[in-house]
T-cell receptor, first 114, second 111 residues
Framework: ETGVTQSPTHLIKTRGQQVTLRCSSQ?????VSWYQQALGQGPQFIFQYYREEENGRGNFPPRFSGLQFPNYSSELNVNALELDDSALYLCASSPPSNMNTEAFFGQGTRLTVV | EDQVTQSPEALRLQEGESSSLNCSYT??????LFWYRQDPGKGPEFLFTLYSAGEEKEKERLKATLTKKESFLHITAPKPEDSATYLCAVRELQGAQKLVFGQGTRLTINP
């Protein structure tokens, strides 16, 4: 059984650019959530996807968007990057809600905006 | 709005010195309280889920407990490899399965 995998592990972008981060969910998990973690802080919920539709959103602007694919993998897109977008971006997958509700995280993508 | 507060922010212990980390929470209806361990630059690693007041779970040197307003993570006779940031999170009964995290407790165990 493979865990949650994210790519890339690190990247550097320039302010104003766009970025796409990718996540493959754990086998059997149909729900994917994305979190932003600034240095020294706890992760903050961005949004969640369930069956290819957005199923909840945190306090993030529309330039943060996402997709979920039929195989439950997911993308996080961020447009018009700002310096404050520099953070560790975490993807978490969860099994169907009638089972245990634990969320399992990937290793994260470290985004630096310069 | 759900809130999670962890204390202390940082804790330094000697190897073998037991202690507890606190997680206070406010949530309209608790679906679960989660503890994670996070090493620097890595994603959080799942430790425990607690569902109702009075519940306790153990794993090696760690034991998590839950009341209606807070959770404790007890660390017994810690080793240097237990050094990490410990994160607490809650999930509501209703709505999306989002986790609301505290800011974490950075634990350092000196040999």
């Amino acid at each position: 059984e493979t865990g949650v995998t994210q790519s890339p592990t690190h990247l550097i972008k320039t302010r104003g650019q766009q970025v796409t981060l990718r996540c493959s969910s754990q086998s059997g998990h149909n729900t994917v959530s994305w979190y932003q973690q600034a240095l020294g802080q706890g992760p903050q919920f961005i949004f969640q996807y369930y069956r290819e539709e957005e199923n909840g959103r945190g306090n993030f602007p529309p330039r943060f968007s996402g997709l979920q694919f039929p195989n439950y993998s997911s993308e996080l897109n961020v447009n018009a990057l700002e310096l404050d977008d520099s953070a560790l971006y975490l993807c978490a997958s969860s099994p169907p809600s009638n089972m245990n509700t634990e969320a399992f995280f990937g290793q994260g993508t470290r985004l630096t905006v310069v | 709005e759900d809130q999670v507060t962890q204390s202390p922010e940082a804790l330094r212990l000697q190897e073998g010195e037991s202690s507890s980390l606190n997680c206070s929470y406010t949530v309209s209806g608790l679906r679960g309280l989660f503890w994670y361990r996070q090493d620097p630059g890595k994603g959080p690693e799942f430790l425990f889920t607690l569902y109702s007041a009075g519940e306790e779970k153990e794993k090696e040197r760690l034991k998590a407990t839950l009341t209606k307003k807070e959770s404790f993570l007890h660390i017994t006779a810690p080793k240097p490899e237990d050094s990490a940031t410990y994160l607490c999170a809650v999930r509501e009964l209703q709505g999306a399965q989002k986790l609301v995290f505290g800011q974490g407790t950075r634990l350092t165990i000196n040999p």
